[in-house]
């Protein structure tokens, strides 16, 4: 199984999204500054994630919700909630 995932920044609200067979490591390693890019942002709260049964299909949800359709789909329907 493979999970697109969103997670958002305590600190400033900012969206981060990712590409997991984890989720749950991969939320620890972005708390746990093991991650260059969310490093800065942390504490990182899991918005909510997807899953998956093949890595392409995953990898096409991930590129549509980095685009810029995806990032208002995320805003309007996951700002300030945790998973869901």
Request: aromatic share 16%.
């Amino acid at each position: 199984m493979f999970f697109v995932y969103v997670i958002r920044s305590e600190i400033d609200e900012r969206f981060y999204v990712g590409l997991t067979e984890d989720v749950e490591r991969r939320l620890k390693e972005h708390n746990s500054k093991k991650t260059k890019s969310t490093k800065g942002y942390i504490p990182w709260k899991l918005c909510f994630f997807e899953t998956f049964k093949t890595r392409i299909e995953a990898r096409k949800r991930e590129i549509y919700l980095k685009s810029g359709v995806g990032k208002e789909y995320i805003k309007q329907n996951w700002s300030g909630s945790s998973v869901g």
